[in-house]
């Protein structure tokens, strides 16, 4: 791409137990996030920046949010590619 991407998912606040996961890109590993459990409910995006090694000669990408064992994912409620710079919503 022409410009550096970023990966912007939106979670919540509003969660009743850790939660650990990974989020595979194409099936690379992008990221291990662990959610503390938290509250009250509150959207909030979080980004990761996408390696260009990961988006070379593609037109699209699989994102996988790929829990931990004996946990969970975070509840997503948006996922988007947007060019690092740009800025979304509540970040955190």
């Not at 009743?16 to 662990?34: C, N, P």
């Not at 509840?75 to 970040?91: L, W």
Request: net charge positive; charged share 30%.
């Amino acid at each position: 791409p022409a410009h550096p991407l970023d990966l912007v998912v939106t979670y919540n606040h509003d969660e009743w137990s850790e939660r650990k996961f990974e989020i595979l890109i194409d099936g690379e590993r992008l990221v291990t996030e662990a959610m503390p459990r938290r509250g009250p409910q509150r959207f909030y995006d979080r980004r990761y920046p996408l390696p260009a090694a990961a988006l070379a000669g593609k037109s699209k990408i699989t994102a996988r949010f790929q829990a931990a064992a004996g946990s969970e994912t975070a509840a997503v409620y948006s996922i988007r590619v947007i060019r690092r710079g740009d800025v979304p919503g509540n970040q955190e």
